[in-house]
């Protein structure tokens, strides 16, 4: 029978072992979730304990999944804030949980590694250390369509919410994306380019080894600014954008936005051979239109040009809509321990995904898209 363990530090899993069971998606790599924690993003102090869990048969890795012990409910982009208030009531302890998840990272993909037997046979492990360690729940965030059905089949239960997506339409360029919206939407979206030319602002991309320490430097200090502005603080540091720029280049994608020859804003984005993903944004003076350019048209942009079929521009925001994205149901599973708070949840889950379902349809209605791309128009059209 494999052998179930709990690991509290992720470099106590070979990383060999653990990628040769991963995604090419770079948020399920080795390197990224040990530098979460190797820098102090995740672990004593955050609320963030991790508890990976793996299935081993001798020295061969078999299952493998990223699991956090957690104090609170931040940094998960699935909000659960009102579960914990009703379990508070009712005098239980909802903290800590269990959480499947890339801390700060709402991102559909794998999150059980290995053949869909070990996954499942890993998961069923998981569950039963939760109730022997007496915890509230096990929540398994943005899993991929396998993993859904894994944890269905084992009585979790299935949460649905929405982000927005850019798909390929198979254009050649930025104009032969243009050409498939409305056109009150392509006039816009031209309009908002030209005037941050105007403004002066040119952007530029910067790929793996070419984002040196200055560019990580100046790119924390933006996405630290975004969080001021918002009154809270961030959850990355320094010390995590260089050494995932040092682990993982080939995933690293920089739009940097320059006026007068100095840098004014970054958007951090990773990328896998399939899709780029946007994450972290953040200027150091305001101009209008440059968040628009810098976080969706630049990122279209590279995605088209660079052949990938996918742009994920991050949770929430109905705004992307209008923006050449479209709607796509993201997924989360869900295990409670209280049978009485278990059944309740269930009953609330339903009529959410109901809602989902409608806000859906009401938003496919009013895509930016028309049924049949004409030939590109010039820039007045």
Known sequence: MPDFNIHPRIIDIPAVSWDALAPEQPFMRHAYLAALEETGCVGEGTGWHPLHATLWDGGTLLAAMPLYLKQHS??????????????????IEYYPKALCAVPFTPVPGTRLLGSDQHARALLAQVLAFCREQGLSSLHLLFPEARDLALGESLGMQRRESLQFHWHSGGESDFDGFLARLNHEKR?????????LMEAGVSLRWLEGAAITPEHWAFMERCYRRTYA????SPYLNLDFFRQLGAQLPEHCVLMLAERDARPIAASLMLR??????????????????????????????????????????????????????????????????????????GRYLEREREGVGAAIDELQERSPFKAQAPAVEPDGG
């Open 229 to 232: 502005l918002h009154g809270s």
């Open 187 to 195: 006039k816009k979206i031209r309009q908002e380019r030209r005037k």
């Open 272 to 345: 896998d051979g399939e899709a780029l993903y946007g994450r972290y944004w953040g200027a150091v003076e305001h101009v209008p239109g440059l968040h628009f350019e810098a976080c969706y048209y630049q990122g279209i942009a590279y995605a088209i040009a660079r052949g990938l079929r996918r742009f994920e521009g991050g949770a929430q925001g109905e705004h992307k809509l209008a923006r050449g994205m479209e709607a796509v149901r993201t997924y989360s599973l869900h295990w409670i321990a209280d049978r009485s708070f278990a059944d309740a949840i």
């Open 74 to 91: 931040w940094g998960e982009y699935v909000f659960d804030w009102a579960w914990a208030e009703a379990f508070e009531r009712h005098g």
